[in-house]
């Protein structure tokens, strides 16, 4: 079936650098995305979305790009704070009635 | 409270006993989602409902799984003669509108462990 997943399951970096997890995802029907982010024991929590009809947006310290002619997504964190250990999880949505769904994962260690 | 809240936080259960999980959303949010979750494993969608109603039932995994929304509010989940790989965290979110026009907030989750 269709799917969305990660193309890295683990990623370690150094406090202060910046981090980029991507995904590829597989419909390419859907028109939304979302990034979340799961604390050790704690239910996901949204990060950042964008709809298929843009490119890239902006949070705080958090960068979304969406590039439809390949199918991938990424997120970009900078300055990356051992605070932003956790597992993230793109998703996809728009087209699926109203749910989402998820890729596995990927666990993200900052090395302080 | 302001969140989802799911209770039990955690459930310990032998082999063929049935367990109802229960979700509260968050007051005004129509939509409300179950998602399973095994250990290192990303979220696998159980069922969607839009108010009492549910559109999308699609990932329920076998006749065991059953769920009920009533007053538009409160979700449980029921796990009939429950087996060992239906252990995992089920979560339960809500949102205002479903998935395609903004964010699902998330409880915290129930893990289940089947013995």
């Known amino acids: 079936g269709e799917s969305v997943g990660l193309h890295l399951p683990t990623l370690s970096v150094q406090e202060g650098d910046n981090s980029i997890i991507n995904c590829a995802y597989s419909n390419s029907a859907s028109d939304y995305f979302i990034w979340y982010k799961q604390e050790s024991g704690k239910g996901p929590q949204f990060i950042i979305d964008?709809?298929?009809?843009?490119d890239k947006r902006q949070g705080q310290r958090v960068t979304v790009l969406l590039n439809k002619t390949v199918k991938h997504l990424s997120l970009q964190i900078a300055a990356t704070q051992p605070g932003d250990s956790a597992v993230y999880f793109c998703a996809e949505g728009g087209n699926q009635g109203g749910k989402l769904i998820f890729g596995q994962g990927t666990e993200l260690s900052v090395k302080p | 409270g302001a969140g989802v809240s799911q209770s039990p936080s955690n459930k310990v259960t032998e082999k063929g006993k049935d367990v109802e999980l229960r979700c509260d959303p968050i007051s005004g949010h129509t939509a409300l989602y179950w998602y399973r979750q095994s250990l290192g494993q990303g979220l696998e969608f159980l069922i969607y409902f839009q108010g009492n109603s549910a559109p999308d039932k699609s990932g329920l995994p076998s006749d065991r799984f059953s769920a009920e929304r009533t007053g538009g509010s409160v979700s449980t989940l029921t796990i009939q003669r429950t087996q060992q790989e239906d252990s995992a965290v089920y979560l339960c979110?809500?949102?205002?509108?479903?998935?395609?026009?903004?964010?699902?907030?998330f409880g915290e989750g129930s893990r289940l462990t089947v013995l």
């Open positions: 979110a809500s949102s205002l509108g479903g998935g395609t026009t903004g964010e699902l907030f």
């Open positions: 964008i709809r298929s009809n843009m």
